[in-house]
């Protein structure tokens, strides 16, 4: 059965500094994809950043990238250069090649002070 | 392109009655699923198609049906609503259902039974 746990309910962050929401999983597929999603107060999922299992470098995308321990188990997202507008909640996902759902984590409510 | 669409966006319900949420999307997507999001819970899995005629149970189906006669629709019906069933029900599709699949979300409906 696939896992994916955060242990941080809530986090706080200074505008304009980095921030890393944790993210851990379990899954017995050999093969799986980890995403990461923002949900603003609107409620809509936005799509982050993906990685794949077999991928050997960290994804990237813009002020988003991926901490990616295979080993650890663990996909953590890091926000560079936080913005008040990256106030949101944020979900981890997996998803493996063996299995025809998407578990997601409980999820992290992040604010930026200014 | 409209992506994932729901309706209705809020609904308010008594014990007992049943509705259906719809869920539609335009981008020929094989893989739909619906979730459902509690407080402190994340995102969890009710059904899901895998393509026309094609359904299955997720982690949470009980009180739930789904038919996907088409490729674009997949509803989801409450048999006999209960107060446990109030949640935020999330649409997803995606191209297909392997690690790499990103999934694209609906805006969302927000269910309240009393």
């Known amino acids: 059965a696939q896992k994916i746990t955060q242990t941080q309910p809530g986090m706080f962050v200074q505008e304009k500094e980095a921030v890393t929401l944790d993210c851990t999983y379990d899954?017995?597929?050999?093969?799986?994809?980890l995403f990461w999603y923002k949900q603003p107060s609107s409620g809509e999922m936005i799509f982050l950043i993906y990685?794949?299992?077999?991928?050997?470098q960290n994804a990237t995308e813009g002020r988003y990238s991926l901490n990616f321990q295979k080993a650890r188990k663990s996909a953590n997202l890091v926000i560079s250069a936080s913005q008040l507008g990256d106030s949101a909640m944020y979900f981890c996902?997996?998803?493996?090649?063996?299995?025809?759902?998407?578990?997601f984590g409980a999820g992290t409510r992040l604010t930026v002070k200014p | 392109n409209a992506g994932v669409t729901q309706t209705p966006k809020f609904q308010v319900l008594k014990t007992g009655q049943s509705m259906t949420l719809q869920c539609a999307q335009d981008m020929n997507h094989e893989y739909m699923s619906w979730y459902r999001q509690d407080p402190g819970m994340g995102l969890r899995l009710i059904h899901y198609?895998?393509?026309?005629?094609?359904?299955d149970q997720g982690e949470v189906p009980n009180g739930y049906n789904v038919s996907r006669s088409t490729t674009e629709d997949f509803p989801l019906r409450l048999l006999s609503a209960a107060p446990s069933q109030t949640s935020v029900y999330f649409c997803a599709s995606s191209a297909g259902t392997t690690g790499v699949d990103e999934q694209f979300f609906g805006p969302g409906t927000r269910l309240t039974v009393l």
């Open positions: 990685q794949g299992s077999y991928d050997q």
């Open positions: 899954t017995s597929d050999p093969s799986y994809g």
């Open positions: 198609s895998v393509g026309a005629g094609i359904t």
């Open positions: 996902a997996m998803r493996g090649n063996n299995n025809n759902d998407m578990r």
